[in-house]
């Protein structure tokens, strides 16, 4: 199964309930749906083709979900880029992934614009199998220059449906996503246990939750104690 097919449910028979909440506004699952279906033809338009590589340098956002949507429902491969990187490891980067785009938060404005102008309608079938690579993630780079891990569908699947059976998560849950989208933790993980239909989420803006001048604890505290969130992915600061 690939991940198109995995959150299908969710775009269908949740079309109306509350699927994400991002910067005090809440979207449906079918809010969600039609925004990255415009997303991926607008990406189509500038000539992206199943199997080509989108590279991403954002921060937490909407765009970004609609981007990496966008990209597993029709055969591009995600390659998100954590935004401390500076010029050093984003020329290694850009050069081993070799990338036919590379979206930063300069480039929103217009592919929003181009988005806009497009059909939200269901888009075709491109084939995809479990097997077909949805990511490409690369390593911190610790011990040495990033390496970049191809992930296929199937791969985020299994340990989306682990998670939500590990944890117990329902439908009714709600998910307080604070880390940092370009982690394969956030982004393949539980991002994908929220699409299947077990949780709606809310993700906190603010960046990386390692670099405490852009994370905004506020914001985190008070999600946190609102009693809303059944399943939290948060910081372990103090109260």
Same mark, same amino acid.
């Given at each position: ?26 979207? /449906? ?16 338009? =500038? ?43 984003? /020329? ?11 979206? /930063? ?46 992930? /296929? ?71 946190? =104690? ?14």
């Amino acid at each position: 199964m690939n991940l198109r097919d995995w959150f299908e449910p969710s775009f269908s028979s949740r079309a109306k309930e509350i699927g994400l909440e991002w910067a005090a506004t809440e979207y /449906t699952f079918a809010e969600l749906d039609a925004r990255s279906n415009r997303m991926a033809r607008a990406l189509a338009a =500038r000539g992206l083709v199943k199997g080509d590589r989108l590279c991403v340098y954002l921060a937490n956002s909407i765009e970004m979900l609609d981007l990496y949507l966008a990209c597993v429902k029709s055969g591009l491969i995600f390659v998100p880029i954590n935004i401390l990187y500076r010029d050093r490891e984003m /020329t290694h980067i850009l050069s081993d992934a070799d990338p036919k785009l590379l979206v /930063t938060a300069a480039e929103v404005p217009a592919l929003l614009a181009e988005a806009a102008s497009q059909s939200g309608d269901r888009l075709p079938d491109y084939g995809l199998g479990a097997d077909d690579p949805a990511a490409l993630v690369y390593t911190s780079g610790t011990t040495g220059v990033s390496k970049g891990a191809i992930l /296929t569908h199937n791969n985020f699947a299994i340990n989306g449906r682990n998670l939500v059976e590990a944890w117990g998560i329902t439908a009714a849950d709600r998910l307080l996503l604070a880390p940092p989208l370009f982690h394969v933790h956030a982004l393949g993980e539980r991002l994908a246990d929220d699409l299947q239909g077990r949780a709606d989420l809310g993700v906190i803006a603010g960046g990386p939750s390692c670099v405490l001048l852009v994370f905004d604890r506020g914001k985190v505290r008070s999600k946190r =104690r609102c009693g809303r969130c059944g399943h939290r992915d948060t910081p372990p600061f103090g109260s």
